[in-house]
Every structure is written in structure tokens, then in C-alpha cells.
């Protein structure tokens, strides 16, 4: 009984000393601070090598982010980075961040992403790390650019293809793809640059889940006694509200291409001009999808095993939402592992 008694009094003062801190600002999140080089850069587009003295497996892996949200989510924090794991694994590992899309990236369509920069990109990869060809994983949209890519491009060096969390179903995207396939002018969105402001692409997620707010607040309140979790908390709500603009010119083309046609289920994919079909993808597969995931739903993402050519591919899903495939315990209990272990199949080990 003095125990307990002693252990809430304990918890209580840490409250009082976390709740302090929170509403004065005096804990910032740190996240993405995983040691990196910047070793290429075209316009807004950055592509970062992290720094690693035990490469121990090739080809070089290539993680490609999405154009909507930041991407340090995937270096979220010290022991909570799937950036980390993948380099205690060994790769050599190459983040392509698009940045923050301003005025001058207002009339960027898919094709300036999927048919230059990361092909530019891929090279640079080549360049530096002298492979040949390299391991190619897109996260969320991320992923339907880089399948965009590898389906225009099947002579692309990609040796195996991941993509997590990753909508080709848009008509069960949400609410969100609703209202464009309903009829809705992306132009009457648009901000003065041209671009859809990060507030839309935040307010359209949280209609999704309306209560969530209120549900993150009171476990917040309940563990605020945790110098963890509420460090984890601060660097998940960081990264939830931190939305950049999302290139006008590729709003029209999602609206018109992958919403209302609904082009990579029914392949009626066009880029540059030339028909795309993601039959064309042959290289080893692996799709991760979570059954809890409100933004990226089961439906949107599951047909993307039958969509793609390949003769060796794999459908991963997992009990978990959508950031959980890459932080938290489910991604270090089961998807980092199965991810990093589909890589290893497909890669080199260095002796």
C-alpha cells in the first residue's frame, strides 16, 4: 500500500512537471535527427544520404516520401526511427524529400515526379553508391509515384519494390476523393500560389476521425506522468500538423486521373501522353497495408497485389494505422522486421 501510495504521489509531481512544460512550450519535439548529407537537389526536391559506417547489404535502398506531409515521420526520434532499424540492418539508406511546393511548383503534374526527379534521383543513387540497380520503397502517395514511375519506366534499375500505406482504390479513399469525384473544381481550392493549402489536406484527415483529438488528449492526460510518451506524444503531434502545400498542377491530374476515372483500377493511366500500366511493374513485390489506417482504408489499398505484374509479390497487412507501420510497436515488432527481411531476400550480403 506504501508503495502504490508513494508511486502515485511520484507520478502526480511528474504530471504537474510534464503538463508545465507542455502548455509553456519548453519541450520541443526532436525529430529527424538521425545523421544525413544532403548529396543531390533539383528545385524544391532534396535527396539525402544517411550517414552509416556498417553497409553491409546492397543494393542501396531509396525511400520515397509523399508530397503531402513531412517526411521525418520516418525518423521520427531516436529509438523510434525506421530510418534507424534499416541502417542497423545494414543498407545504405537515401531519403528523396519533395520539400515544400511554393508558386514555382503550382504547375508540376505526376510527370515532372515520376518521369524526372526520381529518375534523377535513382541515378544520383547509382552514382554514389556504385550499384547497379537499387531497392525502391514509397510511403503513402510516395508510393503511387514511385509504381508511376516503375510502370512508365520498366527498364528503371530497381531491383525490388515496397509500398506502404499506398491508396490505387480512390473511390474508398474518403471523404476526401468523395467530394473531387463528386464534382468539386480543385481550382476553388487553391491558394494564391496555386497550391492546396496544408490546412485543406489537414481538415479533410480530421474529418475522418472526428473524435480522435479528444481520445489523443485524454490517454495524453492519463500517461502525462511518462517522460516517454509524452515526448512520443509531442513528436507525433508535430508531425500531424505539419501538412506542406500539394502541387496544384497534380491536384487536377488526382482528381481527374486517379479519383473520378479511377486509373490505376480501371488502367486507364496516362503520362506524358503514353498509356501506363501497372501490369508492367515485374520486378519482387511487397505491398504493406494497416486494417486500422483512416486516412489510406484496407479497400483503397488491398488491390494493388492484383494490379502489378509481378511474379514474385507479397500483401502484408497488419493490425495497426496508418503511421503505425513505421513507428511504434507494431512497425518495430512486425513491419520493419517482414520489410527488412523482403529486402534481404532480394539483396546482397557483404562479407
Not at 503531434?237 to 498542377?249: I, K, L, M
Request: glycine share 8%; charged share 25%; with cysteine.
Amino acid at each position: 500500500m506504501i508503495d502504490r501510495v508513494r508511486r502515485e504521489v511520484e507520478r502526480n509531481a511528474a504530471r504537474a512537471r510534464n503538463g508545465i512544460k507542455l502548455v509553456a512550450g519548453r519541450t520541443p519535439a526532436n525529430v529527424g535527427l538521425s545523421p544525413k548529407d544532403t548529396v543531390w537537389e533539383h528545385g524544391r526536391t532534396t535527396l539525402y544520404r544517411y550517414r552509416s559506417d556498417d553497409v553491409r547489404i546492397s543494393p542501396p535502398l531509396l525511400l520515397v516520401f509523399s508530397l503531402i506531409s513531412r517526411s521525418y515521420v520516418l525518423d521520427l526520434s531516436p529509438g523510434n526511427s525506421f530510418v534507424e532499424r534499416l541502417q542497423r540492418a545494414g543498407f545504405d539508406v537515401y531519403l528523396l524529400d519533395w520539400g515544400e511546393a511554393d508558386e514555382r511548383d503550382a504547375q508540376n503534374r505526376l510527370e515532372d515526379y515520376t518521369d524526372d526527379y526520381l529518375p534523377a534521383a535513382i541515378e544520383r543513387v547509382r552514382e554514389l553508391s556504385g550499384a547497379d540497380e537499387i531497392s525502391l520503397l514509397g510511403y503513402c502517395f510516395g508510393g503511387v509515384l514511385t509504381m508511376l514511375h516503375a510502370a512508365h519506366h520498366p527498364e528503371s534499375p530497381i531491383r525490388s519494390h515496397t509500398v506502404m500505406a499506398t491508396p490505387v482504390d480512390f473511390t474508398k479513399v474518403g471523404p476526401m476523393t468523395n467530394i473531387m469525384s463528386s464534382g468539386l473544381a480543385v481550382d476553388s481550392v487553391l491558394d494564391a500560389d496555386g497550391n492546396v493549402p496544408p490546412g485543406v489536406m489537414l481538415q479533410s484527415f480530421r474529418t475522418l476521425t472526428p473524435t480522435a483529438e479528444i481520445t489523443t488528449y485524454v490517454n495524453l492526460l492519463e500517461k502525462l506522468w511518462s517522460d516517454d510518451y509524452v515526448a512520443a506524444h509531442q513528436a507525433m503531434t508535430t508531425w500531424g500538423n505539419d501538412h506542406v502545400p500539394f502541387p496544384g498542377g497534380v491536384a487536377r491530374q488526382v482528381a481527374d486521373m486517379l479519383v473520378r476515372d479511377n486509373g490505376m483500377i480501371t488502367d486507364r493511366l496516362s503520362l506524358g501522353g503514353d498509356r501506363v500500366h501497372l501490369a508492367d511493374i515485374t520486378t519482387p513485390f511487397l505491398g504493406v497495408l494497416a486494417t486500422r489506417d483512416h486516412i489510406i482504408p484496407e479497400p483503397a489499398a488491398e488491390p494493388v497485389i492484383d494490379l502489378v505484374g509481378s511474379a514474385d509479390k507479397y500483401l502484408l497487412k497488419l493490425a495497426g494505422g496508418h503511421i503505425g507501420l513505421v513507428v511504434g510497436r507494431t512497425a518495430a515488432k512486425t513491419t520493419i522486421p517482414t520489410i527488412i527481411e523482403f529486402l534481404q531476400r532480394q539483396s546482397e550480403v557483404r562479407r
